[in-house]
């Protein structure tokens, strides 16, 4: 079965500081992965995807990711933070077999400081 | 345009009551999820349904079951409550097809005292 893996449960960053989320993915097929956010007490909503049309992947909020097959990375990007970002952001990925279900990392905390 | 919508948000149930958690899609999609959210170990499967009439476990199914009323309502029951059963729900839904991410609802928060 596919998986990620997120390090670092929490990361604190200053406002205007960039913002690096790290997930590394294990699969032996081409992976199609996903970066979803999560505010307090709200729902989980889609960022960004890679489904192999580009390596680097724009997303919402200034987001962006950069697939990197020789490293099994998929790494979340975000020049400068802003205040709005602080939140949980989780990243994906989605079984290539059966029901094509998605499989989350453990999440990652984001606390940005002003 | 509602999207994902799950009823109840909170709830609290003694050990051993029942409940069943309600979600409904309006986006037309064909497979629906139920995922639970606890602290440190991200959102683990509970069961999901690939189209209408089909229902299968996921990682975490004891102690639950599902209906697929239809395409549009996907149905979350706890038989039994038991504390290791408090956690948030999430429903999700997507359609058919590699490339699309979940759309999810706003979850339930169920506390089993």
């Known amino acids: 079965a596919q998986s990620v893996t997120q390090l670092g449960s929490h990361v604190s960053v200053s406002e205007g500081a960039l913002v690096l989320l790290r997930c590394n993915y294990s699969?032996?097929?081409?992976?199609?992965l996903f970066w979803y956010v999560q505010y307090p007490n709200q729902g989980l909503q889609l960022l960004l995807k890679?489904?192999?049309?580009?390596?680097l992947v724009k997303g919402i909020n200034g987001f962006e990711a950069e697939f990197k097959k020789s490293e099994t990375s998929f790494h979340l990007t975000k020049p400068s933070a802003h205040m709005s970002d602080a939140a949980e952001y989780f990243c994906?990925?989605?079984?290539?077999?059966?029901?094509?279900?998605?499989?989350f990392g453990t999440g990652t905390k984001l606390q940005v400081i002003p | 345009n509602a999207g994902v919508t799950q009823t109840p948000k909170f709830q609290v149930l003694k050990t051993g009551q029942s409940m069943t958690l309600q979600c409904a899609q309006d986006?037309?999609?064909?497979?629906m999820y139920w995922y639970r959210q606890d602290p440190g170990m991200g959102l683990r499967l509970i069961y999901y349904?690939?189209?209408?009439?089909?229902?299968d476990k996921g990682e975490v199914p004891n102690g639950y079951n599902v209906s697929r009323l239809n395409k549009r309502e996907f149905s979350l029951r706890l038989e039994s409550a038991a504390p290791s059963q408090t956690s948030v729900y999430f429903c999700?839904?997507?359609?058919?097809?590699?490339?699309?991410?979940?759309?999810f609802g706003s979850g339930t928060r169920l506390t089993v005292v």
């Open positions: 999700a839904s997507t359609p058919t097809g590699m490339t699309y991410g979940y759309t």
């Open positions: 699969s032996s097929v081409p992976p199609y």
């Open positions: 890679y489904t192999s049309a580009a390596t």
């Open positions: 994906a990925v989605r079984d290539s077999g059966g029901y094509q279900k998605v499989t």
């Open positions: 986006m037309n999609h064909n497979s």
């Open positions: 349904s690939a189209s209408e009439g089909t229902t």
